[in-house]
């Protein structure tokens, strides 16, 4: 068995990690205000807080973390027969807004703009304009905001003809 492991001695912080923290906190305050501010958010965090955890709790913990990006596809048969790319993403109380950017395996950017939420899910559709049958892949680059404004990129390549 072993010991209980002991408290970090806080004044052993550098001066960096001081900062750091400070920033953080003050920051992550700035933000708790804003979503005391906003009705729809204060809700939002209300509704999902379960004891012992409250808004304030779930404010700061999505402050701190990103949204994520679980899965990225294309349909290529959709029922509009033009080409859908799905994406799903989560985030402590959900993701704010999705861009998305079709490109070229060499960058070159085919088309870009913001996917729509599928309802109230974590799906977000983005309609594309026919591909060129003569494109081999083309690459997906997704950027999905959660409403403190954190960010995370995720990229896919996908095969369009066989």
């Known amino acids: 068995m072993r010991s209980m492991p ?3 001695d806080k004044s052993k912080r550098s001066e ?3 900062m750091h923290l400070s920033k953080f906190y003050t920051h992550g305050t700035i933000y708790w205000r804003m ?3 906003t009705p729809e958010l204060f809700e939002a965090y ?3 807080a379960v004891s012992p955890v409250n808004a304030y709790n779930l404010a ?13 596809r294309l349909d290529l048969n959709s029922s509009g027969h033009m080409p859908v790319i799905q994406i799903l993403a989560t985030d402590v109380i959900g993701v704010q807004l999705v861009e998305v950017s079709v490109m070229l395996p060499d960058g070159n950017v085919l088309l870009s703009g913001p996917a729509n939420r599928k309802g109230r899910s974590d799906l977000w559709l983005f309609a594309c304009s026919p591909l060129d049958p003569s494109l081999r ?3 997906v680059k997704i950027t999905a905001y959660d409403y403190p404004d954190n960010s995370t990129i995720a990229e896919r390549i996908f095969p369009i003809s066989s």
């Open 60 to 72: 700061m913990k999505d402050f701190m973390s990103k949204p994520e990006i679980k899965d990225i």
């Open 35 to 37: 979503v005391k501010n």
């Open 137 to 139: 892949e083309i690459r």
């Open 46 to 48: 209300k509704a999902l």
């Open 16 to 18: 960096a990690q001081k």
């Open 6 to 8: 002991s408290k970090i």
